[in-house]
């Protein structure tokens, strides 16, 4: 009698097919496949640090911290006579375009509510 996939077989059969010795196998592998799995876990966890580190960065309270840090090395920069040259010119730059920004957004709000 000729089985198929294990079909009609009796109870107590010892007879075993390809596909279930195949199976039962351990999977082959490498050096090279070792290697690269090893790589692909040393990237996951590199990778996963990363993200902890940017998420502690992206915290609302740490953005407000950056930048008030910023704004207080630009208004020192613009105002010391210690400061790079370049340093000042880029922080007056800066904020002098702050100035004209919110400048222009006053303005711009005080001729809408007017039209109203």
């Given at each position: ?21 195949a199976a039962l196998q351990p999977p082959f592998r490498t050096p090279e496949m070792e290697a ?46 210690d400061a790079d040259p370049q340093a000042r010119r880029r922080a007056r730059i800066v904020l ?21």
């Amino acid at each position: 009698m000729s089985t198929h996939h294990g079909a009609n077989r009796e109870p107590g059969d010892a007879t075993v097919d390809a596909d279930t010795t195949a199976a039962l196998q351990p999977p082959f592998r490498t050096p090279e496949m070792e290697a690269i799995e090893a790589h692909v876990a040393a990237t996951r966890l590199a990778l996963a640090e990363t993200i902890d580190e940017l998420t502690g960065r992206l915290t609302p309270r740490n953005l407000v911290r950056s930048a008030r840090t910023n704004v207080q090395q630009l208004v020192s920069d613009a105002v010391s006579g210690d400061a790079d040259p370049q340093a000042r010119r880029r922080a007056r730059i800066v904020l002098a375009s702050v100035v004209v920004v919110v400048a222009s957004s006053v303005v711009w709000n005080l001729r809408a509510r007017g039209r109203d």
